[in-house]
């Protein structure tokens, strides 16, 4: 096998709504890395509008597509906001779940991410932003469940998550209403 250019690699999202955006963006971190971990972050929400999937619910979706090529963990919100705290966060976490500082962030192109590792911390981390070429987001992801468009939704979702469009619905319908949520 082909060494990769990086042992281990991460990943932060929320993906509360995983569309073919997200998949690039994992895909290159198992083109480019050993080992990938991917942090479910506000993985204690669910239940709200902006965050109507469990992270149980989120943790599934991406092991329909990825199987045993992705290590997937919560990462719960700290109330710090994205900066230099954060990231220490992602790397605490990282070393608590993998034994190990990761040497590749891959995510993509968003101003609150860029300083995410300025701290000493993340001085050895290299960063990858994936350039968003598919037009979606997560929250016209929920919309798309919301007017019941399974044929637009399709388009941007991977064909082995098609099966699940009716219990994602229900969840974003149940949820749409509460607008409370704890972290954002």
């Known amino acids: 096998m082909e060494k990769k250019p990086y042992k281990l690699g ?3 999202g929320r993906f509360q709504g995983l569309h073919k955006g997200h998949e690039m963006m994992i895909n290159k971190a198992v083109e480019l890395c050993d080992e990938v971990g991917i942090f479910i972050g506000s993985s204690q929400e669910k239940g709200t509008f902006k965050n109507p999937f469990s992270y149980e619910m989120r943790k599934a979706l991406i092991q329909k597509i990825y199987k045993n090529d992705v290590e997937i963990c919560p990462l719960p919100d700290i109330g ?3 900066n230099s705290k954060w990231g220490d966060y992602v790397i605490d976490n990282a070393v608590k779940h993998f034994h190990k500082t990761p040497d590749l962030l ?3 192109r968003e101003e609150r991410r860029v300083d995410w590792f300025d701290s000493k911390n993340g001085a050895d981390i290299s960063l990858l932003y ?4 598919i037009d979606i987001s997560a929250s016209q992801m929920r919309a798309l469940f919301l007017n ?3 044929e637009v ?3 941007y979702t991977n064909q082995k998550l098609w099966g699940e469009f009716e219990t994602l619905k229900n969840l974003v ?3 749409k209403d509460k607008l409370k949520t704890e972290s954002i």
Not at 130 to 133: F, Q
Request: proline residues 5%; hydrophobic residues 45%.
């Open 153 to 155: 939704w399709k388009k």
């Open 10 to 12: 991460v990943l932060v």
């Open 80 to 82: 710090v906001g994205n």
């Open 130 to 133: 994936i350039p968003k070429s």
């Open 106 to 108: 891959v995510s993509g």
């Open 148 to 150: 019941n468009d399974f």
């Open 173 to 175: 319908i149940d949820a």
